[in-house]
């Protein structure tokens, strides 16, 4: 996990946009970019219910899980490219330790090590 304002490293690989916006004040083209899959960001109902609220970060977590459950096919992207190698999950947020990416990363690795 990466956020996008951070500088690129050699170590990025398959950069993934995990965000529903685009970021703020962000050229394309400024960032490596592989795919930029909207589908796995939460909607914007549990985005602005949540307002990185650390008192409801578990709440948000299993409500994130039931949206990402629905987009199975967007889910599955992101496991093949897990599958040959490293995966970068960009994302816009301030917060580096609740966010949707974290979760995210979460909700993968709990997928690939189910397999």
Sequence with gaps: MKRVYDPAGPSDAH????????????????????????????????????????EKWDEFR?????????VPDSIEKLLTL??????????????LERNNAVALKEYLEKLLNDT
């Design 82 to 95: 897990a599958k040959t190698g490293d995966v970068t999950l960009l994302f816009g947020s301030k917060e």
């Design 15 to 54: 950069c993934i946009l995990v965000d529903r916006l685009w970021p703020r004040g962000k050229k394309k083209g400024s960032f490596p970019l592989e795919a930029w899959i909207k589908e796995v960001a939460p909607s914007n109902a549990l985005r602005q219910w949540y307002q990185h609220d650390p």
């Design 62 to 70: 299993d409500r994130y899980f039931k949206e990402l459950d629905s």
